[in-house]
């Protein structure tokens, strides 16, 4: 009979699949300033989706001398459809930089008592490191029975327990 008729429809595509995120775990060591700065590329280890991934979000990107150890980074993977996934790694911050120990030769007077004990500021100024130090010195406490030149031996500690040490003359006088 020929007859015939056409209609149009629209065929809505969705992508609902999510990204699969892939993370992978990092050892990553401060610089001279103490900062490690990492991207997201650091620790994504092939996120995939089956319509591209399109952005790769991580929610810490600098880490510094209060975060020696593991630390738990988030990478959000998404798709150009607005789907996400994510997943952990753990960003092991490393002090690899010891300490220097800047000791330089004193003169120190007693006190009104015949004591004296200096400081590792006293005896090792120039000292530095790129997440902060401590001292501890063996010698330094002083009496009338030690007026002459005497040595003091200094340890500079980091938060990383790495150590530098350096001898001062310290001439002590009355």
């Known amino acids: 009979n020929g007859n015939s008729d056409t209609c149009t429809t629209a065929v809505l595509v969705q992508d609902i699949t999510p990204p699969t995120a892939v993370c992978t775990n990092l050892n990553l060591s401060l610089d001279s300033n103490g ?3 990492i991207t997201p590329l650091d620790i994504d280890n092939g996120s995939s989706d089956n319509c591209g991934v399109s952005n790769l979000q991580i ?8 975060t020696l150890g593991v630390n738990t980074v988030f990478l959000t993977v998404s798709d150009p459809s ?20 800047g000791c330089t030769d004193v003169t120190v007077y007693l006190d009104n008592t015949g004591n004296l004990t200096v400081t590792g500021n006293d ?10 130090f401590t001292f501890s ?6 009496d009338c029975n030690d007026i002459g030149s ?8 980091d938060p990383g327990n790495l150590t530098a040490s350096c001898a001062s003359n310290v001439t002590v006088a009355d």
Do not use: H, K, R, Y
Request: proline fraction near 5%; charge should be negative; include cysteine.
């Open 35 to 37: 900062l490690a700065v």
């Open 82 to 101: 607005g789907n996400v996934d994510s997943c952990l790694s753990s960003v092991n911050i490393i002090d690899n930089s010891p300490p220097v120990a």
């Open 59 to 66: 929610d810490t990107d600098t880490l510094d001398c209060s």
């Open 150 to 157: 005497n040595q003091v031996f200094v340890t500079v500690t």
């Open 123 to 132: 005896v090792a100024p120039n000292s530095s490191d790129n997440c902060g």
């Open 137 to 142: 010195l063996i010698g330094g406490t002083f």
